[in-house]
Nanobody, 126 residues
């Protein structure tokens, strides 16, 4: 499975961005997908995840109500709509995929994911 993330950029605080992660080479509709981020000098942090079947989502508290993860099975793509961006959202955002079945809350564990895309930089200025 190959994952290609895009859509990052530079935005002022309060602005919006939409990230995309295009998947190829696997059974996309059955895979759980997630976004993680890593800021300079910090550990990788879970952002949001979405089930392959049913579409249930799981979110980090820090982005709940501001970010929305969705998926389009026809395009084999998962999206991260980011609104009301804050400077502390600045990071490299990476998408990940897994076909392992775990409970929803475990989707925040980066160790669950076998496939990772390259990151896309998001910079939010104050």
């Amino acid at each position: 499975v190959q994952l290609q993330a895009s859509g990052g950029g530079f935005v002022q605080a309060g602005g919006s961005l939409r990230l995309s992660c295009a998947a190829s080479g696997g059974a996309f509709s059955t895979m759980d997908m997630a976004w993680f981020r890593q800021a300079p000098g910090k550990e990788r942090e879970f952002v949001q995840a979405i089930r392959g079947s049913g579409g249930s989502t799981y979110s980090a508290v820090s982005v709940k109500g501001r970010f929305t993860i969705t998926r389009d099975s026809a395009k084999n793509t998962v999206y991260l709509q980011m609104n009301s961006l804050k400077p502390e959202d600045t990071a490299v955002y990476s998408c990940a995929a897994t076909s392992n079945r775990v409970i929803l809350s475990r989707l925040s564990d980066s160790g669950v994911y076998r496939y990772w895309g390259q990151g896309t930089q998001v910079t939010v200025s104050s």
